[in-house]
């Protein structure tokens, strides 16, 4: 029996890795003798390094940038075993975990360490990068990254813009003279995990803006500066973005790449599946285990778990996802090619627990599915 496990992290909990350990040891304890492919994959968020560098064994690097709130983070990127394609993670510099609950605030948190994070990348002589966008505490359409590249914003009196999603509403004139002119000779591509569009109510605010501690009032404000940074950046550079599929992920974090760069915006986990060759793999393989910290009815808009099944399904291979809490619309998965989706938690359990028994919950759960995959095989011998 050929097992090809391929988790996604659980977000504050394992890394995908730890998933992937976790589900090996649950599969061995029932099938001995299974061969077990570890594949751990990320779609664009948190993960996103580790994946890529492990699967073409690459090497990982760590620059010293501004947080969200202006603060000094410790942010990590990769540079692929090809020697000439870097890997940003914009979680890592700009990332939702790194701002304390009480401190949410998308109207004033900045992606400028995202670009700094690029202009390393530059300033290593690489001109291939890839940029997984998800994960994003903010909401400034990549107006503090495109600071963090020389860029210039400025009101309508002349003053250059303060950080945040909110001060988008003055924007008047973008000044791009400055920007790092090596962009014009990279290529970038943007992982991305969601196809919104920047504004409206399937937008990057409306959508995303309350996990990120924006309050409804906070939402049409955001909204509405958004609406005014496309209008002139679109005058800018000529481009016209904001309704293109990803322009809304990491709080328009997708449409500052499409304005700014010649980014182009693939699904994440599409990229992370191409680096670690899964179709060779999954290919005649018996099963395949993947899963994530949290499976609802955004999965099914190209979450990782959806990725790793499509593949799986060219074939015909079934599909399992173990996830750690299952949400409204779960089962919308069924339709995207996963055969089973089951929650790794046995029971009633404190959020906080679960968090920290995360790997232990996920290998105990494996245990119980490979035994319900003993009794499948009993049946069909029969």
Known sequence: MRVVVAPDSYKGSVSALGVANAIEKGILAVFPDAEVIKVPIAD????????????????????????????????????????????????????????????????ITTTFGTGQLIKAA??????????????SATNDAGAGMEKGRGAKFYDGAGKELADGGSALAKLARIDM??????????????????????????????????QKGATPEMVAELDAALGVCAMVAKGATGKDVAEKSGAGAAGGLGAGLMFFTNATLRPGVEVVLEATKFDGLVEKASLVITGEGRTDFQTAFGKAPVGVAKAAKKFGVPVVCLAGGLGDGHGDVYTHGIDCVMSVVPGPMALEECMEK????????????CKLVKVGMAINSR
């Open 177 to 210: 003279s400055g920007l790092d002119a090596r962009l014009k000779e990279t290529a970038i591509v943007a992982a991305c995990d969601v196809d919104n569009p920047l504004c409206g109510p399937r937008g990057a605010s409306a959508v995303y803006g309350p």
């Open 122 to 135: 530059l300033d290593k002589g690489l001109r291939k990068i890839v940029i997984g966008i998800g994960g």
């Open 358 to 369: 995360g790997a232990e919950l996920v290998e105990a759960a494996t245990v119980r599915l």
């Open 44 to 107: 664009g968020g948190e993960g996103t390094v580790q994946a890529l560098t492990t699967a073409t064994g690459g090497q990982v690097l760590h620059e010293d940038v501004v947080g969200p709130l202006g603060e000094k983070v410790k942010a990590h990127w990769g540079i692929l075993g090809d020697g000439k394609t870097a890997v940003i993670e914009m979680a890592s510099a700009s990332g939702l975990p790194l701002v304390p609950k009480d401190k949410r605030d998308p109207r």
